[in-house]
Each structure stands twice: as structure tokens, then as C-alpha cells.
């Protein structure tokens, strides 16, 4: 564990019965950190929320928070707010009762109460609708109620699994801002989940990249876009042409080929579909899918190299389906991957 560590999970394995789900996890999360868990379906994400909030039982390793060892701590005693995908309002309470029910459990009444409840409801921005329930609120106002009644409990560490994939696409971008506002006023330490690697690199100040159970890359926002590690996230964020290397030449399809340039010695390269040059370079492609995506054109070209994606202005001349076309993987641009799957 680090100095400035606040959250710790220590060789973290967590199973449902004989099938591990999480192995040996190290993670070191600092106070007042917005982490996203970035992964696809699967990988582990909620199964590492449930042991920090003490509603999977550890199967090793340790997880501590605050100086203190919480592994074996109930769940009501570790200080960690849960907010979920399906947010589980008490559909009989108004905003304002759901809000207060926790922290009347915990015995607060009377005017504290009120103070706290009133200011858990301003910070969402619902104020005016105090005595609503949850029925007559729309989702996304369900879902600041839902945030709202994790805050007031002022927990050490606000755990949010996958809270905006019950969205639509607007609602989500306004509470992800709203999210992101909320964190920073009040300084909570906040582990976001998602598979949505927009939202990810939009929230985090750090973002854990899982695979299959493991921690495939911790980085920043601009480390996990622009400087993948391995073949896994440079295809999670979006170099959709991903190559090994052998020996300084690009393998594939069983060939090798040589590359333009100096070549990095590193287990593979990635490209991302605009990093492509096309109509020069040593390779040929032929057209075989193109769609227009406002700014830009897309191509799928068909190639010794196997399928490669690429990407043109859109006001440049459009290639047609069947045309032959020269294209360069320059090596200059790629990003240089350390490991490949
Ligand atoms: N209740 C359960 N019983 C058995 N296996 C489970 C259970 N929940 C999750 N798993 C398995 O554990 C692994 C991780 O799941 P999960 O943590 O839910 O993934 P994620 O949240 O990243 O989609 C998956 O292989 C999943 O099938
Ligand atoms: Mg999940």
C-alpha cells in the first residue's frame, strides 16, 4: 500500500463458488479520486464493487479504507455508498423521504435531519420536487434521487455501478456533468463502472482498464486514449488496426511485412481507423464497405493484412465500393504496444 493510498484493495480474489471472477487484485485509489472501472461485460467490474461494499464475502487479500483493514467489516459499518444500473427507490416515499430514510435508520431526526435531507436535494438540483414520488419523476430525476440518498449518508467512498446505461444518450451526457460536479463539490471519493469508454474518458481521473478478472492498464484519460499498453485496450479504445510484430516487420495473416520508418521493438502496433494514409504507401486495399459519419468517411478495406479501417475527410473525393487504393500503416504514428494477446 502506498502513503497516499485512502482505498486499497490488496490481492483482491473474489469467486461464486469454485469459479474465480476477480484474481490478486492491487489497486491503490487517493481521497477525493473519481475512478473509472472501464471493461466489457463480464470482466469483473460489479463483482469488485460488491467486496469493497462488503456484499460479497473476500475470498483473499484485503480491502482498506482509511487507514482502517474494512475486509470482514458489515456492509452498514464501512462508510461505502452504493448507487446501482436499477436504482431501487421506495416507490411509496416522496424524494424527500427516500432521501431522509437512511440517515433516519442511523437516528438523526428533527432539525439536523432537515438540514441535510434539503441540502442532499438541492445538490441534485431538485428542490422543487421534494414532495414528488418517484413515479412522477422522470429517469434521470430517479437517478439524482438515487445519488442524492448515497450522499447525505456522507460515505468514505461512493460506489456507482453503471448508473447511466438506463438512460437515453442526452440525459446521460447532462448527469455524467452533473456526476462529475457533484464529486468535486463535495471532494467524495467516487469509483464509477462503466463499458463505455466515452464515458470513462469523459469522468475519470484515472481510469482501471479490467480484463477477464485482472487489471489490464491504469492510466489517465489521455495515457489509456493515446497510449494503450496492449493489443486489448488499444482495441477497447478504438485503434481498430491492431498488428503483432516479429522481428521489426508486421505480422499477419501468417506473412510478415515490412513497415515505412523506424520501427519501435515492441510486442505489436495499433492504428486507429484516421491514423490509415491512404491513396499512398506500399500496401493495396480494395474498398468494401463505406459510410459517411458527418465530419468524416469511413472505409473497410479489404487487404493482404487482413480487413483494415480507415478514415478520410469528408469533404475529401469519396472512394468508391471495388476501387483499388494504395495505403500506408505509418510506423511513426502507431501506438507502441508493450504486450499482445
Ligand atoms: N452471482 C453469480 N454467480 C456466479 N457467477 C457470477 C455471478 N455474478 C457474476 N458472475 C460471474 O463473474 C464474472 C464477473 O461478473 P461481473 O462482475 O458481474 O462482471 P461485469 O460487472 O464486469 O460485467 C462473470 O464471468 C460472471 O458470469
Ligand atoms: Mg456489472
Not at 448527469?175 to 469509483?191: H, S
Not at 459517411?292 to 468508391?320: C, M, N, Q, W
Request: proline letters at 5%; hydrophobic letters at 40%; one cysteine or more.
Amino acid at each position: 500500500m502506498s502513503d497516499q493510498s485512502y482505498l486499497s484493495l490488496e490481492k483482491l480474489t473474489l469467486a461464486y463458488g469454485d469459479t474465480v471472477a476477480v484474481a490478486d487484485l492491487d489497486l491503490d485509489i487517493r481521497r477525493g479520486e473519481l475512478i473509472a472501472l472501464l471493461g466489457p461485460s463480464g470482466c469483473g467490474k460489479t463483482t469488485t464493487m460488491r467486496a469493497i461494499a462488503g456484499l460479497l464475502p473476500v475470498k483473499s487479500g484485503r480491502v482498506r479504507l482509511d487507514g482502517a483493514d474494512i475486509t470482514h467489516v458489515s456492509p452498514n459499518k464501512r462508510a461505502v455508498g452504493l448507487v446501482f444500473q436499477s436504482y431501487a427507490l421506495f416507490p411509496h416515499l416522496s424524494v424527500y423521504e427516500n432521501v431522509a430514510f437512511g440517515l433516519r435508520l442511523k437516528g438523526m431526526r428533527g432539525a439536523d435531519l432537515d438540514a441535510r435531507v434539503q441540502q442532499g436535494i438541492t445538490s441534485v438540483g431538485l428542490s422543487n420536487f421534494a414532495n414528488r414520488r418517484p413515479a412522477e419523476l422522470s429517469g434521470g430525476q430517479q437517478q439524482r434521487v438515487a445519488l442524492a440518498r448515497s450522499m447525505v449518508m456522507e460515505p468514505k467512498v461512493l460506489l456507482l455501478d453503471e448508473p447511466l446505461s438506463n438512460l437515453d444518450a442526452r440525459l446521460r451526457l447532462e448527469m455524467r456533468t452533473e456526476l462529475q460536479r457533484v464529486q468535486k463539490e463535495t471532494g467524495v471519493t467516487m469509483i464509477f463502472v462503466t463499458h463505455d469508454q466515452a464515458e470513462a474518458l469523459a469522468l475519470a481521473d484515472r481510469i482501471v482498464v479490467m480484463k477477464r478478472g485482472a487489471i489490464e492498464q491504469i492510466g489517465s484519460p489521455q495515457d489509456i486514449y493515446n497510449r494503450p499498453q496492449s493489443s486489448f485496450v488499444a482495441d477497447f479504445v478504438g485503434f481498430e488496426n491492431v498488428f503483432a510484430l516479429e522481428g521489426g516487420k508486421l505480422k499477419a495473416n501468417g506473412h510478415l511485412y515490412d513497415l515505412q520508418g523506424d520501427v519501435p521493438s515492441v510486442a505489436g502496433l495499433a492504428w486507429r481507423p484516421r491514423m490509415v494514409a491512404l491513396g499512398e504507401g506500399p500496401f493495396r486495399g480494395t474498398v468494401r464497405g463505406t459510410s459517411f459519419a458527418g465530419d468524416r468517411r469511413e472505409y473497410l478495406l479489404d487487404t493482404p493484412l487482413g480487413p483494415i479501417k480507415a478514415e478520410d475527410d469528408a469533404s475529401a473525393p469519396v472512394h468508391e465500393l471495388g476501387t483499388e487504393l494504395a495505403f500506408d500503416l505509418p510506423a511513426r504514428k502507431a501506438a507502441p504496444l508493450a504486450s499482445f494477446a
